[in-house]
Each structure stands twice: as C-alpha cells, then as structure tokens.
C-alpha cells in the first residue's frame, strides 16, 4: 500500500480550459497508479485551494503527503508561493515537496508527441526549425532551463530550436519564427508551446505563431507528463522514506 497521498499545485487561472487540463492530467496519473490516493489544488483563480485540500487531507487521518509543483521550471512559485501555504498546512501532515517537473526527457517526449499530432514526422526533422515557446520568467535558473531544454531537443534530430518567451524575456514567439526562417536548412517552422495548459500566456504564444508553417498543441494531459508526475512522486517518497531510516 502507498504511504502517501500525491498532492498536484498547479498555479490556476480564470480560464476554465486550464483547470479542466490540469484535472485530466492528475486522472491519467492516477490510472496510472490505481494505488496512489492522488489530490489536485490551485495556487490561485481555482477551487479547491491547497490550504482546503490539506486540511481536509489531515481530516481524513492521513499523515504523508508529497506536494508536488505542476511547473515546468523552479521559478518563484516554486521557490516561494508553494513553500510558503506548505508551512500553513495543519501539524499532523508530513509534507514534502517535489521537484519540479523539469528538465525531463519525458517533456522532450511529450514535446515530440504534440508536434507529430500537429502533423510533422521524424523525416520532417532535419528541415523543420522549431521555436520552443514557454511562458517566461525573470528568474535567471527558469531561463537557463529552458534554453537548456531547447538545446536537448535540437539534439533529436531538428534542424535547429530557438527558445522564445511569452511574458518577462525575449525574445517573443514571432521575433523566433522570423528568425528560423532566415536560418540555411530551414524549410518549415514550426511552434512548440512548451506549457502544461491552456490559458492567457498560451494564447499569446499561439497568436505569435501566425507566421509559423506548425503549431502544436499544448503539453496537456499526455502520457509522458502523467508518468513524469508518478517520477517525481516516487523520487520524493522514497526520499522521505530514506531521511526517515536514516534518522531512526
């Protein structure tokens, strides 16, 4: 039997296509992992609350829980936001939290897997320059990540990956497309939302993509985020487990 309850963060937003992402996501995990008691909360915008799952968590006796961020760089939600209604949480509950859900070569895979459902192949690869498009930040370990990300998966075989920023750091998705066009080799361009879920930043990354040949969807409910959540879940139990035998 499982000795924690995963608990999924996600940030949260007053577009209802984000929640509605976000929950099918923790579904796929959670079929998964039939086992795993799996519980989603909302930093902001959407219900339930952490503060209103924790609680109820502790009501129901249970003691573990794994709080897991639902981002894709260790920006300052991840930094700040989540620690800080962590340290809110009622005594009873042993919580630790996860890594964030990058850098991973599951979100390599899952970046993949949209672009051939937008309609690409791998023989398309070697033509196809792609803009790697998340939501930005100004955090300078968030930018790094994600150039790092764009270079892993230039590394798959694409002609050449630019990273591009919705908000907080450039350049813009449209500034990157105009820039892969100019590039030798390049004969379709295509966009790449490296996001979790729809939303405000999501649709400005799409409105950026106009010129681009290939827009793909974003990361959703795929099944390499679902099996990287039960990753992240594992790791940080079994080091909980460890920190505890270590002590006793």
């Given amino acids: 039997m499982n000795r924690t309850v995963l608990l999924v963060i996600a940030h949260g937003s007053r577009d209802p296509r984000h929640a509605a992402t976000v929950q099918a996501l923790v579904r796929r995990a959670g079929a998964l992992r039939p086992g795993l008691r799996v519980e989603t909360a909302f930093l902001d915008f959407n219900l339930p609350s952490v503060r209103g799952v924790l609680d109820r968590l502790a009501a129901d006796g249970v003691r573990d829980v794994v709080a ?3 981002l894709l760089t260790r920006a300052f939600h991840a930094k700040a936001d989540i620690p800080a209604v962590l340290r809110q949480a009622p005594p009873s509950l042993r919580i630790r939290q ?3 859900l990058g850098p991973s070569p599951l ?3 899952a970046v993949e897997r949209r672009l ?14 792609v803009v790697l498009a ?6 300078p370990e968030a930018i790094a990540v994600i150039a790092e990300t ?3 998966l230039r590394r798959t075989g694409w002609c050449s990956v630019r990273p591009a920023f919705a908000s907080a750091s450039l350049p813009r998705t449209e500034d990157a497309v105009r820039a892969l066009r100019a590039e030798p080799g390049v004969r379709r361009v295509a966009v790449a939302p490296y996001v979790i879920a729809p939303g ?4 400005r990354i799409a409105a950026g993509a106009a010129e681009a040949d290939v827009l793909a969807d974003v990361l959703g409910p795929s099944p390499e985020l679902a099996r990287l959540l039960l990753e992240r879940h594992d790791a940080a139990a079994h080091a909980a487990r460890g920190a505890v035998a270590h002590s006793a």
């Avoid at 051939?116 to 320059?129: F, N």
């Avoid at 998340?134 to 955090?139: I, R």
Wanted: net charge negative; no cysteine; glycine share 12%.
């Fill in 134 to 139: 998340s939501a930005g930040s100004t955090d």
């Fill in 116 to 129: 051939y459902e937008a309609g690409l192949t791998p023989g398309d690869k070697s033509a196809t320059g």
């Fill in 150 to 152: 764009a270079r892993e």
């Fill in 68 to 70: 897991l961020p639902l």
């Fill in 200 to 203: 405000r930043l999501p649709d």
């Fill in 107 to 109: 979100l390599i895979e």
């Fill in 98 to 100: 996860a890594e964030v």
